[in-house]
Every structure is written in C-alpha cells, then in structure tokens.
C-alpha cells in the first residue's frame, strides 16, 4: 500500500503531466495538503521529489511553480542536443554492437506499439520509449561526459511535455526516425546517423517552439 507522500506524488505528478497545474502555476502546500486530504509533510516531500525529477522548481519562501520554459530555453536546450546528440549518434555508430542495435529497436516497436496516443496514459508510454532510445544511444556512444550533459537537457518531464504537442503523423515520423537511427547505428555509419539525429532534433525544436506560441494541445487523461 502507498504511503501518504507516495500517494501525494503519484497525483501531483499525474496533474502536472496532464496540464491540471499548467506551466508556471504556483503549488501551495497548505492548499495541496487540503485538496489532497493529507498533512502539509507528505506534500512536501512528494514536491521535492518532484523538484528533484524537473516537474516543478521549489523557490526558498515563495513555494512550488509548475516547470516552464521560455523560448530562449527551448531554443538553448535544444541547440545544445543537437550539436551533442548528433555526436552521440555518430559515436554510437561507430561502436555498433547488434545487443545495442537490439535494444535500440525494441524502443522503437515500443513507441509504435503505443500508437495512436490518443489520450495522456498512450503519450506517456511513446515518451518512456523514446527516452529509453536515447539513453540506449548516448550509453552504446561511450561517452560518459556527453550523456551526463544530456542527461540534464533532455529530462522526461520536458520531452512528454512536448510530445502532447504531437499529432498523430508527427508522433509516428519521430518514431520513424529512431528507425532509420537504428539502421545507420546497425550498418556503423556515423554522417547517417548523425544527420537523422540532427533532424529529428530540429523537428521536435519546431513543434516545442510553436506551441510555446500558440498554447498546448489538449490531451484527455484516461
């Protein structure tokens, strides 16, 4: 049985994904505990664990906001995966070994299998696949220093973000890139692989920037 923190950070974290707490929102303990029908402790420590992950930002005497981005930040986080994800791809390449290449297709046939993501809990399970092909490129890349850095840009809780933005044909063409990802990383060509990286980094720039502008794309829960 969940203890009362863990019961306190499943909800929350299931409102901040779902847009309940939409971007830059302000979390008061004393009205969470409240709403949640909790003590202000289990709160606590299911908001710093939330901080912790990059669902929200905990600022000393003011609270808990909802994690936002600006444009400038869409702009820098994404200009910096590009130049190092596209190194990680080409390294990954480099050093192919049909386990990695294995792994890294199972996260694509995951992410299709998840299709059509059509409410919150299908986008949820296309956005764990594609954070899993990632990490499985940036670990099969050898560079500990690359995936660290990245590790810090691309948190989980950004990426579903932005992949509620999707439609269903840029979902399945994001898919489809970690395809031909996989392929060049299989056949040990690094400009492939690092050419496909570079694109599907850019599309996701693209998609992220426009709704930045235009607001986010509803998706119903469960």
């Known amino acids: 049985m969940a203890t009362a ?3 306190a950070y499943n909800t929350l974290r299931r409102q901040l994904a779902d847009g309940t707490h939409p971007p830059g929102a302000h979390l008061r303990e004393e009205d969470l505990a409240l709403h949640l029908g909790v003590s202000r402790t289990p709160v606590r420590e299911a ?6 992950e990059g669902w929200l930002r905990v600022v000393p005497n003011q609270g808990a906001f909802a994690a936002e981005w ?3 930040d869409i702009e820098e986080i994404y200009d910096l995966r590009a130049l190092l994800e596209v190194h990680a791809a080409q ?3 480099a050093a192919s070994t049909p386990q990695g290449v294995a792994a ?5 046939e995951a992410g299709l299998e998840a299709l ?3 409410d919150l809990s ?3 399970r296309v956005s764990e696949a594609n954070v899993r092909f990632h990490k499985t490129l940036w670990d099969m890349s050898g560079q500990t220093r690359t995936r660290a850095i990245l590790a810090s840009l691309a ?3 950004m990426i579903l973000r932005n992949f509620r933005n999707f439609d269903e044909a840029n979902l399945r063409r994001s898919i489809e890139q970690h395809r031909e990802m996989a392929t060049a990383i299989a056949s040990g060509n690094p400009a492939w692989a690092g050419a496909v990286m570079h694109a599907h980094v850019q599309a996701g720039k693209a998609i992220f920037l426009a709704a930045a502008r235009d607001g986010m794309r509803t998706i119903p829960a469960p």
């Open 5 to 7: 923190w863990e019961q």
């Open 47 to 52: 908001l710093r664990r939330l901080d912790a």
């Open 70 to 72: 600006s444009q400038a």
């Open 91 to 93: 390294r990954a390449a």
């Open 104 to 108: 890294l297709n199972a996260a694509v």
């Open 116 to 118: 059509p993501a059509t």
């Open 122 to 124: 299908a986008i949820e």
């Open 155 to 157: 948190v989980p809780p």
